[in-house]
């Protein structure tokens, strides 16, 4: 386990934990906090032992609670400042939606402001039954960019956007998971352990295949101009030459957990 200011990552087997760690203040982001979540994604996404991302909060009182407003005389003091925020923040978000790899976001708490950001930007949200989530711009009068309400509409679709938007209010985890901003809800003593076993099992499949379905995806939100189809159907032929579709057939006939090795 390394830690570099409030980022805590570590590495279980195939699993790559990225920690928010700011508990005192339920773990409410910094500009060092967003520049060490790119950061250590980077890092993750060159490490071929590293299969899946799982990103949370320390503590067990929120994922994230928003930005560190104590923060703001020092980093978005000037219109410098708030332009060189503005950028860092876009790049983290930019940073967990365009990850190569499957990413899991394990929400216990709050999950407010720039924390439903980053969940909404990985691939499956994992949450507690006390799990809370909330946008509250409306009540702070703050604009919000394109890339983030578009991220949102991706994974809620326009009519939810629009109300988490225009209420600015707290929803539940059961709302969550109406609005399908929650792949799951477990018990709030289970979370750890089944975001762990879920991590496992995606990292147990055909990094090739899962890793094709993360980029298809990816493209099919895109315009269709936008649209890298040579390189959607590359990924595909890719996995079927691979030695990994040789094991995952042998591994069938034999009645056997395969063993994939991403090549």
């Known amino acids: 386990m390394t830690q570099t200011g409030k980022i805590i990552s570590r590495k279980d087997g195939n699993v790559g934990y990225l ?7 339920r773990n409410a982001m910094s500009l060092e906090m967003w520049e060490g979540c790119s950061q250590q994604l980077a890092v993750y996404a060159k490490d071929p032992e590293v299969r899946v991302v799982v990103l949370a909060g320390a503590g067990d009182k929120a994922f994230i609670a928003g ?3 104590s923060r703001f005389g020092e980093e978005r003091s000037s219109e410098a400042g708030v332009a060189r925020y503005n950028k860092v923040v876009e790049r983290a978000y930019a940073s967990v939606h365009e990850f190569p790899k499957p990413t899991i976001a394990m929400i216990r708490g709050f999950a407010v402001g720039g924390g439903m950001g980053i969940a909404s930007c990985c691939d499956i949200r994992i949450c507690s039954e006390d799990a809370k989530f909330a946008v509250p711009a409306a009540k702070l009068g703050l604009g919000y960019g394109y890339p983030g309400v578009k991220r949102l509409m991706d994974v809620v679709g326009p009519s939810f956007t629009k109300e988490i938007f225009y209420t600015a209010r707290l929803f539940d985890a059961n709302e969550a998971r109406m609005m399908g901003l929650a792949n799951r809800v477990v018990g709030n003593d289970e979370l750890e352990a089944y975001v762990k076993e879920y991590a496992a099992m995606i990292g147990a499949n055909a990094p090739l295949t899962v890793d094709s379905i993360s980029f298809i995806v990816g493209e099919a939100l895109k315009d269709e101009s936008q649209r890298d189809m040579k390189r959607c159907d ?14 995952g057939r042998k591994a069938f006939m034999e009645k056997r957990k395969p063993v994939f090795k991403g090549r």
């Open 67 to 69: 930005a560190d407003i």
């Open 19 to 25: 920690i928010f760690s700011n508990p005192d203040k």
């Open 234 to 247: 590359d990924l595909v032929q890719q996995c079927f030459k691979s030695a990994d579709y040789e094991e």
